[in-house]
């Protein structure tokens, strides 16, 4: 994928004790163009970073995003 078509959005999130769930705090309905976005993706990629300057990045499949929204919207 070429760098141009890249999107970057940032938000708030917080980690757990565990360190094994990642709680973000977006409203997607908020963010300029987020929604269409999230539902033509094909590939998300997150980068945590804490006070420490610690970060991780975790990527996920984004097959199915649209359904998993509206289905999400209208439960």
């Given at each position: 994928?070429?760098?141009?078509?890249?999107?970057?959005?940032?938000?708030?999130?917080?980690?757990?004790?565990?360190?094994?769930?990642?709680?973000?705090?977006?409203?997607?309905?908020?963010?300029?163009?987020?929604?269409?976005?999230?539902?033509k993706s094909t590939k998300m990629i997150i980068r945590t970073g804490d006070i420490t300057c610690e970060?991780?990045?975790?990527?996920?499949?984004?097959?199915?995003?649209?359904?998993?929204?509206?289905?999400?919207?209208?439960?």
């Amino acid at each position: 994928r070429r760098s141009s078509d890249l999107k970057k959005y940032q938000s708030a999130a917080m980690v757990s004790k565990d360190h094994r769930s990642v709680y973000i705090f977006l409203n997607m309905a908020t963010k300029e163009g987020f929604v269409d976005d999230f539902h033509k993706s094909t590939k998300m990629i997150i980068r945590t970073g804490d006070i420490t300057c610690e970060s991780d990045t975790y990527e996920f499949n984004m097959s199915g995003s649209k359904s998993a929204h509206t289905f999400m919207l209208n439960d």
